[in-house]
């Protein structure tokens, strides 16, 4: 059996081969060694070698993780490191059966962000008042990422001629570079014209462009280089920091705002799917769930029995 600052030799070959076979990180090894000392204690507690692990004790063992407090995330963590031992020690001797084979590790729980109340995303809005060229760029950015609900990746990637401003419309390139075709909203619109006038992006662009990439960019840093992920990023945290919003915004928040704020107002989830360029309708239920309000309101009006009288 081990101490508690002892592994059992089966252990630390494992942990051997992630390092030298498999090039695990530092912070990898430290996660495993410390998730396989737990595992370990809990079979010494019930006088369990390794070899003698068999279904029944990893199904009580799963069954312990679940009942402490432990989050979602840790005890998948956890599970993931028991069950890569074990496959390990079936790999490396022949006859020796996996009892973990049919582990099955649970999913962690999808986070939702939480969606800004349209009140919040006005007054975000509405902070950029400026009217040099970089408040103008940053009022299109953030009224472009609410009004269509774009990636910050497709934002970013944004060329000239993904613009139709007479028809109020955008061509964005999604993962897997599909491609979409996304209306602009009037304010969004708006900002960009502003944007892209005599007093905007013309005043940020250099004597020589650097790269044909930037000559074509819809969104310019200041030293006139296409804006990348990074820079459209801060430009979303800058003007949340403005209004008190802090940690809680980021550039997936107002996506997230946009496809809540349209199913609040009846829009139907197979639009907002398109809009926000996913393959699947199930990924779209994910940013909807937590629309409560439209729920309450369609259920209230709907059911025959959810008033009273």
């Known amino acids: 059996m081990s101490t508690p600052d002892d592994l059992p030799v089966e252990v630390e070959d494992f942990l051997l081969s992630l390092r030298v076979e498999r090039g695990r990180s530092a912070n ?173 992006r013309p005043l940020l662009e250099p004597e020589r462009w650097k790269r044909r990439d930037d000559a074509d960019a819809v969104f310019l840093n200041q030293r006139g280089g296409r804006l990348q992920r990074q820079g459209a990023w801060l430009v979303v945290r800058k003007a949340g920091d403005e209004v008190g919003l802090g940690g809680r915004l980021t550039p997936h928040v107002l996506r997230h705002s946009c496809a809540t704020h349209m199913l609040d107002h009846g829009a139907d989830i197979r639009t907002v799917q398109e809009l926000l360029g996913h393959a699947s309708i199930s990924t779209t239920q994910v940013y909807t769930l937590v629309s409560g309000e439209r729920l309450q309101s369609v259920y209230r009006s709907a059911h025959p029995r959810a008033s009273a009288g």
């Open 28 to 200: 990898t090894l430290k996660a495993y060694t410390t998730d396989l000392r737990t595992y370990v204690s809990w079979l010494d507690e019930r006088g369990l070698a390794i070899a003698e692990v068999d279904e029944a004790a990893l199904t009580a063992y799963v069954n312990d993780l679940r009942a402490g407090d432990r989050a979602p995330s840790s005890v998948k963590r956890m599970l993931v490191s028991v069950r890569g031992l074990h496959r390990f020690l079936a790999e490396e001797s022949e006859g020796v059966p996996d009892p973990a084979a049919d582990l099955e590790v649970p999913k962690s729980p999808k986070g939702l962000p939480k969606a800004l109340s349209e009140a919040e995303v006005e007054q975000l809005l509405a902070s950029v008042t400026g009217t040099d060229p970089i408040a103008r760029r940053d009022r299109a950015v953030l009224e472009v990422l609410y009004g269509t609900g774009a990636r910050i990746g497709e934002l970013s990637g944004m060329s000239l001629s993904d613009l139709d401003l007479d028809a109020g419309l955008v061509r964005l390139f999604g993962k897997g570079a599909k491609e979409r075709i996304v209306p602009l909203g009037s304010h969004a619109l708006r900002a960009l014209v502003d944007w892209l006038g005599p007093q905007g």
